[in-house]
């Protein structure tokens, strides 16, 4: 049986990042998480920002994308809870997405804790940190 080979260019990613896909868009977008984080902690985004809880909205526990046994461990865990979240900026304003830490904000959604934190991928450079995939 033949099958269609995909050829990945991964821009300048290596195969042990991870990674999000944003699928409420066509086509769906990739970004590198990995590299993101990367560059966040090294400070290329600014400091992360403080948003308070009551801008989230509930959690959507039928989308099927929500592990709830790492929430509910996640809860217990206050050094992972503080690991900012990431967000990709909307050139509309705002934030687009979360692209990495929805179960930690879910977990802290759960806990009713007042706030968050978030580095935000200004939107004007988020394609840098995007994979491409191409088919043959």
């Not at 195969?15 to 868009?25: G, R, S």
Request: aromatic share 8%.
């Amino acid at each position: 049986m033949n099958r269609p080979t995909v050829i990945v260019d991964l821009i300048n990613n290596k195969l042990t990042d991870d990674c999000f896909t944003l699928e409420v868009v066509e086509p769906n977008i990739t970004w590198n998480i990995s590299r993101i984080r990367r560059d966040a902690e090294s400070g290329k985004f600014g400091p992360p920002g403080i948003f308070d809880m009551r801008g989230v909205p509930a959690p959507n526990y039928e989308c099927g994308n929500l592990d709830l046994r790492k929430i509910e461990a996640f809860k217990t865990k206050p050094a992972i809870l503080a690991i900012p979240v990431i967000g990709i900026g909307d050139p509309r304003g705002g934030v687009l997405c979360i692209a990495d830490g929805q179960h930690r904000l879910t977990s802290r959604w759960e806990l009713a804790l007042p706030d968050f934190s978030m580095y935000i991928v200004p939107h004007e450079i988020e394609k840098k940190y995007r994979l491409l995939e191409v088919l043959p």
